[in-house]
């Protein structure tokens, strides 16, 4: 199955990817509070190395409309799983994301046939 309008599809499935990043990146600034919660706290490394995480996730949001944002993102799931070795629930939390985005980029293959390629013309519906 293709998508009647491939570029609108890309557009749509970007902002998705987009706010995907935006919520992992939330998602991150949650951990020192749940750290916080258990008691040992954190280091200064590993909250500079969240604070950091979170930032690029969000800044990574706003890549998304060119063409390596999508390899940007995919490339940002791997910090954001072992963050699990921080917080042990971020194993859960980053392994959902991690499969939302796995979905995102089938849903784009099944739309556009490649998940991080540019979408082609529009097909037109031959009379």
Known sequence: MTAPDPVRAARALRGA????????????????RGIAQTGD?????ELTLLLAL???????????????GLVV??????PLLLTGLINGAMWFVGGVFVLIWLYLLQIRKELLGSPFGEPGPPVSGGA
């Open 54 to 68: 979170a930032a690029v996730l969000v800044l990574a949001s706003g890549v998304q409309r060119r063409p390596q």
């Open 17 to 32: 990817a987009a706010a995907v990043l935006v919520l992992e990146g939330i998602a991150v600034l949650f951990v020192p």
């Open 41 to 45: 706290g954190l280091g200064g490394l």
């Open 73 to 78: 993102g995919t490339a940002l799931q791997v």
